[in-house]
């Protein structure tokens, strides 16, 4: 799987757009992007999945560059709830058990 | 909406002494799996499960830990014999099936050994 870097630690003030980067320069052809959270030590949650069009759900937005060499996620009105370590994974859709290989992602801060 | 399950939330034992823990993954899914997170740390990944066997293992995941799922509903985690580095966070987590879906994590067992 590809790897990713993503910014330590980032701040967001509340109702605004918080916009999570996470490069993955070496991602190969049939590799997805996945985006996961990780709100205080809970069980990490999925948020969104890509291969190269843009992707909107409830949660969020994933904006894939036309490279694929970077993608960023964007939750479009930060809440104090969306604090949380925000992970960007790279990985085939096929083969062996679908594991998820977690990097130390990003530590969003929502403030007032 | 369904969730994964885990029991219990907490656990503390001895160091030696065996743990299992429990989990109740979401009714309608095929694959399952645990991973751990020591605290501060990364979440790692320990196993993968589908059809009533182990599809991957990590290194971490050496003859001390089994899984198994006894019935229809449960899916387990035992560690034989406990050591003061198996302490973290175990989450279980499970998917549907097909390539693309999500997997949905429980909230997690805090296993303590002392």
Redesign the interface.
Known sequence: DAKTTQPPSMDCAEGRAANLPCNHSTISGNEYVYWYRQIHSQGPQYIIHGLKNNETNEMASLIITEDRKSSTLILPHATLRDTAVYYCIVRVATGGGNKLTFGTGTQLKVEL | EPE?TQTPSHQVTQMGQEVILRCVPISNHL?F?W?R?ILGQ????L????NNEI??K?EIFDDQFSVERPDGSNFTLKIRSTKLEDSA?Y?C?S?FRG??N???????TRLTVL
């Open positions: 994964v694959y799996y991973y997170q990364k979440v790692e990944f196993v993968s499960f589908y599809s991957e990590s966070m989450f987590a998917r390539d693309y999500e997997q949905f994590f429980g909230p997690g």
